[in-house]
């Protein structure tokens, strides 16, 4: 697995880029993935962003071209990210150029960002303008054939202290997840 640099273009820093992602589509369809919503899987999400203290949470099963939110918590109250009502409204899909996701995906490894603008090479992502992005927890889903399925993540409009404790914790959620996608493919429950 290569990990090629961002390369800069202007104030936002390329995404890198996703080899496996034709090989992880074969296998989300396989599991029957990644293709629409989930409600056991936003059901996930708002258990780990009540877990986190996080407005926001993910279970991102990207594509080739973009990303997807199989499973997804955003507050009721406020459908905006942007913390005071005025940012676009985050739905299921995202271009590949937004979020933190693919550098998880791409790194196989979790990213914790307490305060993205303190990262020169996260700071000029598309999310911190459009949605008001200030900080990121995410880990990777990785199967038992060794494929990076996705990520489960949080995010916060404000600056997080994520520590020891949130990276540990994000990490066992997404390990705890895995085998409960894995056993779709053996027709049992869902996750």
Known sequence: MSYDPPR???????????????ARVRRLR??????????????????????????YAMVNLPGEHGQFFAGLHTPTAA?????????ALLGRVLPRDHGF???????????????????????????VDEFGIRSYLGAPLVDSTGTVLGTVSVTDVRPRTW????????????????PRLERREDGGLPP
């Open 30 to 55: 396989g599991l029957g993935l990644g293709d629409h919503p989930e409600p056991s899987l936003d059901v996930f999400a708002y258990a780990l962003a009540e877990l986190m203290g996080t407005p």
């Open 163 to 178: 520590g020891r404790p949130g990276l540990d914790a994000v990490k066992a959620r997404a390990a705890d997840l895995v």
């Open 101 to 127: 996701c693919p550098h998880v995906v791409a790194r196989r490894r979790a990213l914790a960002l307490e305060d993205v603008g303190d990262y020169p090479r996260f700071a000029g992502n598309p999310v």
């Open 79 to 87: 459908p905006a990210l942007r913390g005071d009502g005025s940012g």
């Open 8 to 22: 800069p273009a202007g104030r936002l820093l390329l995404t890198p880029e996703d080899k496996e992602a034709p």
